[in-house]
């Protein structure tokens, strides 16, 4: 049986930690949501999804009034699903399909054509794309605190040198803290990150040279380039497909 459920909510709505036993795919019909789970923040625009696997912990929180869509999938047919929460990008056929499950309510393999459905939600959850805009938090204390004060300093950037005494570790010690829990370069996430601030801010309806500026970038000319390499697009057409 899978099972679906949909719901708006206003902008701010909290929906606090829960641990399910299902994977579920969340998808943001309109709005935007922020994610964390499993020791990651995901942004997840309108027409985007997210992925949390069976047993994981996750909250999430809404960007304006936001439509959501979510289908839960039982333990035994996420066996070939990812095992870790990522954002999923969304194209036309899993959009629909999601749309038809939750009209549906559900589905049961009983039922005529249901069975189906269910292996082409399974397949296309599989071949989806995974969506740029995510970031994986360490889990260390000390790498933790340091990533706080990158997010928290994206425009004055303190240096490696000024992170690490702050949190009392070597510049070579944090750095590898990083690569190990984050699969990144300190300077790497520290660009993930301004990625993921401007981005939310451009969401918000401000220009692309306010965006790039708040989350740091020397330029807007520095942020459109970035963006493009991230994700295929400009910010522009990111913004306008997002209003389609």
Not at 10 to 17: A, E, F, K, L, Q
Not at 26 to 37: L, P, Q
Not at 53 to 72: D, E, F, I, M, Q
């Amino acid at each position: 049986m899978i099972r679906s459920f949909g719901a708006t909510y206003d902008d701010g709505h909290m929906v606090n930690d829960h641990l399910y036993y299902w994977g579920r795919c969340v998808y943001s019909a309109s709005g935007a949501i922020r994610v964390y789970a499993e020791g990651a923040r995901l942004l997840v625009p309108s027409a985007q999804a997210v992925w949390v696997p069976p047993g994981a912990h996750s909250s999430l929180n809404t960007r304006r009034r936001t439509s959501l869509k979510t289908v839960y999938l039982p333990a035994e047919r996420c066996r070939e699903l990812p095992y870790r929460c990522q954002g999923v990008e969304v194209e036309a056929l899993l959009r629909e399909l999601i749309l038809d499950i939750v009209r549906t309510g559900y589905l049961d393999s009983n039922v005529r054509g249901h069975a189906a459905r269910a292996e082409l939600l399974e397949m296309l959850l599989i071949r989806a794309a995974v969506s740029p805009f995510s970031l994986i938090m360490p889990s260390d204390a000390r790498a933790r605190r340091a990533a706080e004060i990158i997010r928290h300093n994206l425009v004055t950037s303190p240096t490696l040198e000024s992170i690490s005494g702050s949190v009392g570790v070597s510049a070579r010690t944090l750095q590898r803290l990083f690569l190990h829990e984050t699969g990144m370069h300190l300077a790497e996430w520290r660009q993930a990150a301004r990625m993921m601030a401007a981005t939310e801010t451009l969401l918000d309806g401000v220009s692309v040279a306010e965006a790039s500026l708040a989350a740091g970038y020397a330029s807007p000319s520095a942020f459109i380039c970035a963006f493009q390499q991230r994700t295929g697009r400009t910010p522009l057409q990111f913004r306008q497909k997002r209003r389609d």
